[in-house]
């Protein structure tokens, strides 16, 4: 993939002068996901800015799992996250996993204890939280932070060995229980979990901290500019304590950049987890979630995501993005890709009386009308059609263009239609609707005789192939999803499903393939419930917006 240059940003000029001033030969970046759940749109802003900005100045990237807690992690996400990061565009240099380096870690550990600055603790988690302090009032010494370094080895050991419970002890660094920053106050380095390891398997039973793997694993790999979230600022200084007391050759730097939220959207891998744990979605790759999986599986494409971002941009500042400022891009990808085809979403039947019974003709339509090089196809068009419900109206509002008693139409790429009979059930509801057409006004015939103002799409009700559409809308309704009552809040509406017909050259259409349907939008070929002469749709976004996209 030819990679186009990141916007500037704060992060682009560091590593530019860093290159300039020679304080490093090359720039390496990664990508750290913690393999607990499947990926979203926020991660994609990581991604794409650590791979593109590592391109851009001729660098590398490396991928890593922080694979540093067995009790949520699993083989299945961590080859989810692969193939999102695949889909997105990317290839990593150097596929790496956090317990690559446990026995690093361990050795590490070690030295620090050695060196008086990492003990044993035998307090309960309760005590340790409340010998914190606040952040106006300084922790306390645990009263087992003066053990000697042969008993801290021996307990350190111990705790490798399997020889303790759960939460019964931990190895802490010694640092300074007065800190301003919290993150100083003697954080733990290593905790006991008797949990099976995706990859380990029983291997271990103590595991080091996400602070204490992470710039061990940076500096190890040689990376040059660690690219994290803003919440992760005040926990810069311990990962500058770990290089520098752990006696690491390389030293990595931490940079620090804004998440965005977007709106009537769930940024949260715990509350996406709640979706899916309480069955309010159909999985991780539900069309309605945020997550790469589920954009894929709605039709998102990557170039749309991946422009989208850019436009974002990267600053120190938490912002709010309209989630239709996403729809734009993939509306800007899709208008010269996408071929145009009819569909018909809500089936009412037209029957051309004056048409020949047993009578069928092929008729020439444009695949897309923005890009002529994408050509022509057939379609069939005999005596009885399909066309959508709401384009007939027996007692038509003012300005109605479309069908209705006495009045004339165009067909969408074919003739003339006027309504002469309207046919109701019993219960009074219509269910065909009787016209005559005129064969002297095929489309592209030049016929000048007379001019319509409604033009209306149809599919041919014999050849036509049966379809299901689904039709989505946000999952949550509320600008900012911010509390765990979320779930009570979700939008009842948030998928349609209807029935309907589309043209019989869609019959064997493939998962992916995308199309825009005449006047309803861009739709996908779902990956999950399309078969072979029973397409399913997923709509992925409308035609029109009313959205400004230079208002983002």
Avoid at 80 to 104: C, K, P, Q, T
Avoid at 239 to 267: K, P
Wanted: with cysteine; net charge negative; glycine share 6%.
């Amino acid at each position: 993939m030819e990679t186009k240059s990141a916007s500037s940003n704060f992060i682009k000029t560091i590593m530019a002068e860093d290159l300039k001033e020679g304080r490093v030969g090359q720039i390496v970046t990664r990508f750290p996901p913690e393999p607990n759940g499947y990926l979203h749109i926020g991660h994609a802003k990581a991604i794409c800015l650590n791979f593109e900005l590592a391109d851009e100045f001729g660098g590398r990237t490396n991928l890593r799992f922080d694979d540093t807690n067995p009790v949520k992690e699993d083989t299945e996400y961590v080859e989810g996250i692969l193939n999102d990061i695949r889909w997105l565009g990317f290839e990593w240099d150097e596929l790496h996993f956090a317990s690559d380096y446990f026995e690093d870690n361990y050795r590490l550990a070690v030295a620090l204890i050695r060196k008086g600055l990492a003990y044993v603790d035998d307090q309960s988690p309760e005590d340790m939280r409340i010998a914190r302090g606040t952040l106006t009032e300084p922790g306390q010494n645990s009263p087992y932070r003066d053990r000697s370094i042969e008993e801290n080895l021996d307990l350190f050991e111990r705790m490798r060995a399997g020889e303790f419970p759960e939460g019964s002890r931990v190895l802490r660094a010694k640092i300074d229980m007065a800190s301003p920053n919290i993150n100083m106050r003697d954080p733990v380095l290593y905790r006991i979990l008797h949990a099976l390891h995706h990859k380990t398997g029983d291997a271990w039973c103590i595991y080091p901290m996400y602070d204490f793997s992470h710039p061990i694993g940076d500096s190890l790999e040689g990376v040059t500019h660690s690219l994290c979230s803003l919440e992760y600022e005040d926990h810069r200084p311990l990962y500058d304590w770990v290089i520098r007391e752990c006696g690491l050759e390389h030293v990595s730097r931490q940079y620090e950049f804004a998440r965005y939220n977007m709106t009537n959207t769930i940024m949260s891998k715990r509350y996406l987890k709640q979706l899916v744990d309480s069955k309010a979605v159909d999985g991780w790759d539900d069309p309605r979630m945020p997550t790469i999986t589920g954009m894929r599986r709605k039709g998102y494409t990557p170039e749309a995501i991946r422009n989208f971002l850019r436009e974002v941009g990267v600053s120190k500042a938490i912002s709010t993005v309209d989630s239709q400022f996403l729809d734009h891009f993939v509306r800007e990808d899709l208008k010269l890709t996408a071929p145009r085809t009819m569909a018909v979403l809500q089936p009412l039947k037209v029957v051309i009386t004056n048409y020949p019974e047993g009578q069928t003709e092929m008729l020439e339509a444009e695949n897309n009308s923005e890009n002529p090089e994408m050509g022509n196809r057939q379609i069939p068009f005999s005596r009885e059609l399909w066309i959508e419900r709401d384009d007939f109206a027996e007692n038509p509002p003012p300005k109605y263009h479309r069908l209705y008693p006495g009045n004339e139409v165009r067909l969408k790429s074919a003739y003339f239609i006027k309504c002469e009979e309207v046919v109701k059930d019993e219960d009074g509801n219509v269910v065909e609707i009787r016209c005559t057409y005129d064969p002297e006004t095929k489309s592209g015939s030049g016929f000048t005789g007379r001019k319509v103002k409604g033009t209306i799409h149809w599919v041919d009700a014999t050849a036509g192939i049966p379809a299901e559409f689904r039709l989505y809308e946000p999952l949550v309704l509320d600008e900012k999803v911010d509390s765990d009552t979320f779930l009570e809040r979700l939008n009842p509406n948030s998928l349609e499903v209807v029935s309907g017909f589309v043209e019989p050259d869609m019959a064997n259409v493939q998962p992916q393939q995308k199309f825009q349907l005449f006047r309803h939008g861009y739709f996908n070929v779902d990956s999950k419930y399309s078969a072979p002469g029973k397409p399913v749709f997923n709509r992925i976004v409308s035609l029109k917006s009313s959205y400004d996209p230079g208002a983002k």
